[in-house]
């Protein structure tokens, strides 16, 4: 069988599928990916063209894919094209404190040996777009439409999606992973709660004087958490990683908008340590408010959400592209059962499994990351006596580090 291709108006008539998943982000291609070589009939729909996401210049924004959203990527015959090599995240220092001084002397460290095998992988954002979009184009099953406008009509035994164009083709289930305003969940009618934090995180890549050695850094601050990953040196800056900065909305902005040399004295100022040495600023800086939500339910007739659609967590823990993947992998394990059974996609049963399969896990991440945050994200003496002993109780305790680890590999 020939591999799959974008569709364009001279395209004949399309063909009716298995899964129609709407939105082509990582969530979105993944799902699409992996039910394809499942040998699921899958059509993906996306209202932009693929090869524009593919921006060609190095810009700053990274992914930390944990081991067990990197199988899935494996499975899905994603992983295996990534332009770029991936840094693997081997130890993991996690501290409290403040601005310009040294981190407290109560922490937790997660080391090789709380684990038999990396916590995640250090992936650029561009480099998984890149493998991804080859991926889907490189899967017998899977139809990509992009860019594409749909109008979905879900019915009681049947999902239909209109193109703009004219053309349709039906579906017995269609996946909304279009995101945290999702036009889908919208016309489901499916309600939507909202927290805000009044923080916006700042991301960006920084090359410093010393190696990483494949070391992250969580470090909590009275206005929001500093986060440095390691990543993959490039020939002119050998030590490389990416940090996510979450500080009050206005005053991240005004920091992401500092020269060069101000930002890396703001950076080296949150770092709790000088191990990485003299920063430096890499490609662009990129900010984004931040903002905790979730669907009330996860289904309505013929659909499903996941990824950003039906959740979205604080970045304290660096698990909201995790939580989709884990998604996926849990739909797919029921979509394939259920093609291996000859079962309708789209049953009420079925989506009801996904759900219960998921949503009290997502829910649990989600206020575990809200309660951290809280936690953390201030200067009471009291709170902050109480979480700096919590870390290093943690730390003395190596049952209790290898469990937080396995759960944040997701394996």
């Known amino acids: 069988m020939a591999a799959a291709s974008e569709i364009t108006s001279d395209t004949p008539s399309l063909t009716d ?8 982000g990582p969530v979105g291609a993944a799902l699409a990916c992996r039910l394809a070589r499942a040998g699921i009939k899958v059509a993906i729909v996306d209202r932009m063209a693929l090869e524009p996401m593919e921006h060609p210049d190095f810009d700053g924004r990274a992914y930390a894919i944990a081991a067990g959203p990197r199988q899935l990527l494996e499975d899905a015959g994603v992983w295996e094209h990534l332009p770029l090599e991936s840094c693997p995240i081997e130890e993991i ?9 040294p981190a407290s002397s109560l922490f937790v460290e997660f080391t090789r040996q709380d684990a038999s095998q990396p916590f995640g992988w250090m992936a650029e954002a561009r480099g998984l777009r890149v493998a991804l979009n080859k991926a889907m184009h490189h899967q017998a099953n899977l139809t990509v439409l992009a860019p594409a406008e749909v ?6 035994d049947t999902v239909v999606i209109r193109l703009h164009d004219g053309r349709s083709f039906k579906a017995s289930l269609v ?15 499916i309600p939507l709660t909202r927290l805000a934090y009044k923080q916006t995180a700042i991301v960006a890549a920084i090359a410093h004087e010393y190696p990483h050695d494949n070391a992250a850094l969580e470090h909590f601050l009275p206005a929001g958490p500093f986060a440095q990953l390691p990543m993959a040196g490039t020939e002119e800056y050998p030590n490389l990683s990416a940090i996510v900065w979450s500080d009050k909305d206005g005053v991240a902005e005004r920091f992401a908008a500092l020269p060069d040399d101000q930002f890396a004295r703001e950076i080296e100022r949150r770092m709790g340590n000088s191990r990485l040495g003299k920063v430096t600023p890499v ?14 339910r996860y289904t309505a007739t013929r659909l499903l959400l996941i990824g950003d659609a039906a959740h979205g967590i604080h970045p304290i823990a660096g698990q909201g592209l995790n939580l989709g993947f884990r998604d996926v992998i849990a739909l797919s394990d029921i979509l394939i059962k259920a093609h291996q059974r000859g079962e309708d996609y789209g049953s009420p049963a079925l989506l009801a499994r996904y759900q219960a399969r ?25 709170l902050r006596l109480t979480r700096d002993l919590g870390l290093a109780g943690v730390n003395r305790i190596p049952a209790l580090r ?9 394996v």
Request: charged residues 25%.
């Open 17 to 24: 599928v298995d899964v129609c998943v709407v939105g082509a």
């Open 402 to 410: 290898r469990a937080f680890v396995r759960h944040a590999m997701g």
């Open 175 to 189: 996946v909304a992973a279009d995101g945290r305003k999702s036009r889908l969940r919208n016309e489901a009618g």
């Open 151 to 156: 109008k979905v009509e879900r019915q009681a």
């Open 93 to 101: 220092l996690v501290t409290d404190g403040r601005p310009g001084e």
């Open 358 to 382: 998921c949503r009290p896990a997502n829910m649990m991440m989600l206020a575990a990351t809200d309660v951290l945050d809280r936690l953390f994200s201030n200067n009471n003496p009291l």
């Open 283 to 296: 490609g662009r800086r990129w900010t984004y408010p931040l903002s905790a939500q979730y669907a009330q």
